[in-house]
């Protein structure tokens, strides 16, 4: 009976010693001159990040380099998001790379054989809206 009743006051000291730590971090935190620059800053870098996420800037499609570039970018970024779960963004890169590819129905075979059936069909059903944005810059 005593050995309870000592272990739970040792875990209530613990979280409370616990909890007591994090007030005074984070006070002193926030109590940093640099903190609010700081935060203000991360949250510029997201909404920057997350307006570029839209359609990405094609390359200038007569510099043979700067396609390849772009389209390699665009496919090791989108295997890397979809690999970490992030669909949306990863179809995004992956229909980034098919608009510039000079084989796309090459490259629509082989995402066809390493993708599963449903991410797949995303990025079908993410092919007009890209080719579309394409024709409109035209």
Do not use: W
Request: aromatic letters at 6%; glycine letters at 8%.
């Amino acid at each position: 009976m005593m050995g309870g009743k000592s272990s739970t006051i040792a875990a209530g000291v613990c979280g409370a010693l616990f909890v007591g730590y994090c007030i005074y971090f984070d006070k002193k935190r926030r109590s940093d001159p640099n903190f609010k620059n700081r935060l203000r800053e991360r949250r510029r870098n997201q909404a920057a990040a997350k307006q570029g996420t839209g359609l990405s800037k094609l390359p200038d499609l007569k510099d043979a380099e700067a396609v390849q570039k772009f389209f390699l970018e665009e496919i090791q970024l989108g295997e890397e998001l979809l690999a970490q779960g992030d669909y949306e963004n990863g179809i995004e890169h992956l229909t980034n790379a098919i608009a510039v590819c000079g084989q796309p129905q090459q490259l629509l075979q082989v995402l066809q054989q390493t993708l599963p059936p449903p991410v797949f069909q995303m990025l079908l059903t993410k092919l007009p809206t890209i080719s579309q944005s394409d024709t409109d810059s035209l």
